[in-house]
């Protein structure tokens, strides 16, 4: 009887092989292009986290009871730092006003499970933030207002905002020399918040604006580690 041989030829496993590998040279590119960009997605996290934590606060009556109306002692918002029996994080100095940026600050971090108050600080996520810029007084338009920057990733580079900024002063790290001529892969952003509770992002930090515009691709042209303008 003679056996048959089903195995596959030489020949036969190098045109297999062939096309498994042109088909990895045309696919690869395409999945790495829609595989989502890790800092748009953090700064969507972040400026997500920034929006629920401060229209918290704003609506918070026993933090921030509703003043807006009152002959005396009127208070807009985030401008008031006096306590109140009902806030736990901030009782004290009921009757005699408080650093309103202060208070502002613990409520803030408290929100972000952060046991220490500080301007800068990490939570969990790896997101570095900082406050600057402390501003809130009844005297000022709108109830003045406190910067608050971000740094998606962390420690981890490029340390850049976008048109050569680093936010040294406020984030402690980086050098604007590093980020003069950088067109992509930026991973640090400042927002303003206004007395009022509105939130508004530095007018240059267009990568930000963009990615945290709800109808936004969360995919970029360029891969995943790289970000377009």
Request: charged residues 25%; negative net charge; aromatic residues 8%.
């Amino acid at each position: 009887m003679k056996r048959s041989n089903n195995a596959f030829t030489l020949t036969e496993l190098l045109v297999a092989l062939g096309v498994i590998s042109i088909l990895c040279a045309i696919l690869l590119p395409v999945i790495f292009n829609l595989m989502p960009n890790q800092n748009i997605l953090m700064a969507k996290r972040a400026y997500y986290t920034m929006q629920t934590v401060v229209s918290d606060l704003i609506n918070d009556e026993a933090c921030y009871p509703d003043r807006t109306s009152a002959l005396i002692n009127k208070r807009i918002g985030f401008d008031d730092g006096f306590g109140n029996p009902n806030c736990t994080k901030w009782s004290g100095n009921i009757d005699t006003e408080g650093d309103a940026n202060t208070k502002f600050i613990t409520l803030f971090e408290d929100r972000l499970g952060n046991d220490t108050v500080d301007d800068k600080f990490e939570t969990a996520d790896g997101i570095n933030w900082a406050f600057s810029g402390k501003a809130f007084n009844k005297a000022s338009a709108g109830g003045g207002s406190i910067n608050l920057t971000v740094d998606v990733n962390g420690r981890d580079e490029p340390n850049c905002g976008h048109k050569g900024k680093s936010y040294k002063d406020a984030l402690g790290t980086g050098d604007d020399a590093n980020c003069k001529n950088r067109e992509n892969g930026f991973d640090r952003f400042q927002v303003t918040i206004k007395g009022n509770g509105q939130i508004v992002i530095n007018e240059d930090d267009e990568w930000a604006i963009n990615a945290v515009k709800v109808n936004r691709n969360i995919t970029s042209s360029k891969n995943s580690n790289e970000e377009d303008e």
